[in-house]
Nanobody, 124 residues
Framework: QVQLVESGGGLVQAGGSLRLSCAAS????????MGWFRQAPGKGLEFVAT??????DYADSVKGRFTMSRDNAKNTVYLQMNSLKPGDTAVYYC???????????????????WGQGTQVTISS
């Protein structure tokens, strides 16, 4: 069955860095767009980044600070987060959507599969 397993969350001080990983299984990874979303307490799901075949796209709020990459040989995507701010505190979710719809892949409805999430907490 399809599985997306996130790891790498934790508690860091503002200005610090974290690297999230998402290991995928149960589907043909290279055929799928991968995305990262986050949900802060009391707020809705927010787009963070997405990657299809090549260059990733980012939300304006993380552009220049976060870098998303994928390793198709390992069926894994990564989110390198630098210059973290307290406003980045959220549960971060990995998602997979079949690449071929022509979508921008920046909304939750573009994705069929979701991980369980990993908590990221940034202290001031």
């Amino acid at each position: 069955q399809v599985q997306l397993v996130e790891s790498g969350g934790g508690l860091v001080q503002a200005g610090g860095s974290l690297r999230l990983s998402c290991a995928a299984s149960g589907f043909t990874f290279s055929n799928y767009a991968m995305g990262w979303f986050r949900q802060a307490p009391g707020k809705g799901l927010e787009f963070v980044a997405t990657i299809r075949r090549f260059a990733p796209d980012y939300a304006d709020s993380v552009k220049g600070r976060f870098t998303m990459s994928r390793d198709n040989a390992k069926n894994t995507v990564y989110l390198q987060m630098n210059s973290l701010k307290p406003g980045d505190t959220a549960v971060y979710y990995c998602a997979a959507g079949f690449a071929g719809s022509g979508s921008d892949y920046d909304t939750p409805g573009d994705y069929a599969y979701w991980g369980q999430g990993t908590q990221v907490t940034i202290s001031s």
